[in-house]
């Protein structure tokens, strides 16, 4: 394998693409956390009003990646 410095082009690429990956992250862990505030504390929709729903799903946002991969594994499946 031949190694060689990095260029400016490739220094971009590797940007756009941790960038792009970071981005596909946050996006799955918003996903899971409204799941999460659906199926582990709301339940039923007609439940709860919508600022009650939106003051849970805020405690939920605050939740890491891996901590709601932890409770979906726990409380939820």
């Known amino acids: 394998m031949i190694r060689h410095q990095i260029n400016f082009e490739e220094l971009?690429?590797?940007y756009v693409l941790t960038g792009r990956?970071?981005?596909?992250l946050q996006y799955l862990e918003s996903?899971?956390?409204?799941?999460?505030?659906?199926?582990?504390?709301?339940?039923?929709?007609?439940?709860?009003?919508?600022?009650?729903?939106?003051?849970?799903?805020?405690?939920?946002?605050?939740?890491?990646?891996?901590?709601s991969l932890k409770i979906v594994e726990k409380k939820i499946l």
Not at 21 to 24: D, E, L, V, Y
């Open 31 to 67: 996903a899971i956390n409204i799941l999460i505030t659906l199926k582990k504390d709301i339940k039923h929709l007609s439940s709860v009003s919508l600022e009650e729903a939106n003051i849970i799903h805020s405690k939920n946002k605050a939740n890491t990646l891996g901590a």
């Open 21 to 24: 990956g970071i981005w596909h």
């Open 12 to 14: 971009q690429q590797l």
